[in-house]
């Protein structure tokens, strides 16, 4: 599976950017498609992901929920990240990543489990 993010940049402090990640090469139509994002110095963070088996869309943090929504173009194996309100902490490279043949919903997956990777694409939030 080949993931590319793209649309990432720099930003004021409220702004907002729309990320997004074209997916390609997955063996099965069922599979789930996440984003994530890794600060200097901090862990990983797991965003939100889908599963085309249900089509729904879940959000690991609920303290992005309300400011970062997720969407998807399963026609086009397409998903994005809307982002708004972005605050200096929102600073990362974020990645989306994937698992391929996975026919359940996605909310039970952690960012270790997901198998594939994209180059990831750098944001930058000023104050």
């Known amino acids: 599976v080949q993931l590319v993010e793209s649309g990432g940049g720099w930003v004021q402090a409220g702004g907002s950017l729309r990320l997004s990640c074209a997916a390609s090469?997955?063996?099965?139509?069922?599979?789930?498609i996440g984003w994530f994002r890794q600060a200097p110095g901090k862990e990983r963070e797991d965003i939100s992901c889908i599963g085309t088996s249900d089509g729904r869309i879940w959000y690991y943090s609920d303290s992005m929920k309300g400011r970062f929504t997720m969407s998807s173009d399963n026609a086009k194996k397409t998903i994005y990240l809307q982002m708004n309100s972005l605050r200096p902490e929102d600073t990362a490279v974020y990645y989306c990543?994937?698992?391929?043949?996975?026919?359940?919903?996605?909310?039970?997956?952690?960012?270790?489990?997901?198998?594939?990777w994209g180059q990831g694409t750098q944001v930058t939030v000023s104050s």
């Open positions: 090469g997955f063996t099965d139509d069922e599979y789930a």
């Open positions: 990543a994937a698992v391929d043949d996975w026919g359940f919903s996605c909310n039970k997956l952690r960012g270790y489990e997901y198998d594939d």
